[in-house]
Each structure stands twice: as structure tokens, then as C-alpha cells.
């Protein structure tokens, strides 16, 4: 596997090897021993998987306070999104700064989001899924936003009247985020 480092601290692209021939593909998607080998120690306890019928469907900016934060490790299995991730983590080097990549089916790249992290995808296909892993439970009262359209962030999604959730429509600013999170520096 590939591991390609972001411009933002800590948040890394995961490149599979694919194993193709005349029958289709074969590729490994999660390797905890390769990924302990770099460092990265992760206990994925949920898999979720999304299914958004049309484009332009935008969700998030996501995030969950602790102690229900969570790392993702996410991925297209149909279709394809314009992923985003903003630095949230009080202190960091990248704080507010966010980042976009194009996830597909087609590229079969994963997106490891850390901790303190808001994370949010705009589908850019009809059909598109989407799956997930997280370290942490789904916990309703910890879970957290930003706004999508936040002009301080000016993030440069692929659509300017996305299809939104009422919650994604109510999220605030970073400015004005309840955020926990701290940047732990080097370790």
C-alpha cells in the first residue's frame, strides 16, 4: 500500500495495490499489521456505508467531540465524491486549513481522517457509495459540524446549491465551532 502525505498534519491518502486481470480486480483495503508498521494504530469498531441517488449531494462537515471522536478511513466503492477535511485541532500547524481529493471507484484511493478533523464529501456521480471505518461508536450527542459554505474556510466545493440534510443546513462557522480538540504536537 501507498501512503501518500497530505498537505494537512497527520491526514494521509491510502493507495491500495490492485491486483487486475481478464476476471477483474483483487486488492487488500485494510492492513492493520502494514499500517502498525508505519506507525499508524487504529481499532476500527464500525463500518457504515452511504448511498447518495444523485450528484451534488453534500454531507457534512462531520466530526464528534470526545470522548467520541473518531479516525476514518474512507472510501468509494461506486461512483465518485470531492472529499474534504479541515484541520480543527486547537494549536496545529494546519488549524483551519482544509484540504479536497477526488475519491471514485475508479481511482480506488482511501482517505485516513484523524482525530480532529471535520470531514465532509460532495458526490459528483448518481449512485455514488461510500463506506467508512471509524474507531469510535456513533454517539448522537457528541456529534458536531461546520457549516459547508463557511466563508472563512471559502472551501471550493464542485457545486454551489448542493443537495443538504436539514442538520448539515444548520452547522456554524469555524469561528464560532465548539471544538475540544488540541494539537498534540510532535511525538
Known amino acids: 500500500m501507498n501512503i501518500i502525505k497530505t498537505k494537512l498534519k497527520d491526514a494521509f491518502i491510502l493507495e491500495p495495490k490492485v491486483f487486475g486481470d481478464h476476471r477483474g480486480f483483487f486488492m487488500e483495503t485494510f492492513n492493520a499489521q502494514l499500517l502498525e508498521a508505519q506507525?499508524?494504530?487504529?481499532?476500527?469498531?464500525?463500518?457504515?456505508?452511504?448511498?447518495s441517488k444523485e450528484s451534488g449531494v453534500l454531507r457534512g462537515l462531520h466530526y464528534q467531540l470526545e470522548p467520541f471522536a473518531q479516525t476514518k478511513l474512507v472510501r468509494v466503492i461506486r461512483g465518485a465524491v470531492y472529499d474534504v477535511i479541515v484541520d480543527i485541532r486547537e494549536g496545529s500547524p494546519?488549524?483551519?486549513?482544509?484540504?479536497?481529493?477526488?475519491?471514485?471507484?475508479?481511482?480506488?484511493?482511501?482517505l485516513l481522517v484523524p482525530k480532529g478533523f471535520?470531514?465532509?464529501?460532495?458526490?459528483?456521480?448518481?449512485?455514488?457509495?461510500?463506506l467508512y471505518k471509524v474507531d469510535n461508536y456513533y454517539s448522537p450527542e457528541h456529534d458536531r459540524g461546520i457549516a459547508w459554505?463557511?466563508?472563512?474556510?471559502?472551501?471550493?466545493?464542485?457545486?454551489?446549491k448542493p443537495i443538504l440534510s436539514d442538520k448539515d443546513t444548520q452547522y456554524p462557522n469555524l469561528k464560532n465551532l465548539e471544538s475540544q480538540f488540541l494539537y498534540k504536537g510532535e511525538e
Open 39 to 51: 506507525g499508524f494504530s487504529f481499532n476500527f469498531v464500525q463500518d457504515n456505508h452511504a448511498l
Open 94 to 110: 494546519t488549524y483551519g486549513q482544509w484540504e479536497g481529493f477526488i475519491l471514485s471507484e475508479d481511482n480506488k484511493r482511501q
Open 118 to 130: 471535520a470531514h465532509g464529501y460532495c458526490t459528483l456521480v448518481e449512485n455514488t457509495e461510500f
Open 149 to 160: 459554505n463557511d466563508p472563512d474556510l471559502n472551501i471550493n466545493w464542485p457545486v454551489t
